[in-house]
């Protein structure tokens, strides 16, 4: 998705990974995305957000686990910003 504003532009990407047990219960949803703002054809400025979404049937420790590994991929950093 791009978004334009005169020369600038917004473009998001987002990509998803479903977290399920054996029996295909939805288990928590990993979401990374990406924001680039466009100045032309140059890019003034990106962040990054990853988000994991619990359900009802997310076991206890799940979401902890799930963090730790991120961590250990070095794809989030040591704090936590939001619960």
């Known amino acids: 998705m791009a978004r334009s504003c005169g020369r600038?532009?917004?473009?998001?990407?987002?990509v998803g990974v479903l977290l399920a047990d054996t029996q295909g219960r939805l288990?928590?949803?990993?979401?990374?995305?990406t924001v680039s703002v466009l100045d032309g054809r140059r890019?003034?400025?990106?962040l990054r957000e990853l988000?994991?979404?619990t359900?009802?049937?997310t076991p206890?420790?799940?979401?902890?686990?799930?963090?730790?590994?991120?961590?250990v991929a070095r794809v989030l950093g040591p704090e936590?910003?939001?619960?």
Not at 43 to 46: L, Y
Not at 60 to 71: F, S, T
Not at 80 to 83: A, K
């Open 43 to 46: 890019t003034a400025a990106r």
């Open 51 to 53: 988000e994991v979404e």
């Open 8 to 14: 600038r532009s917004v473009r998001a990407r987002c």
């Open 27 to 33: 288990l928590a949803d990993v979401v990374d995305d």
């Open 80 to 83: 936590r910003v939001e619960d």
């Open 60 to 71: 206890p420790g799940l979401l902890e686990a799930v963090i730790a590994r991120l961590r």
């Open 55 to 57: 359900t009802p049937s």
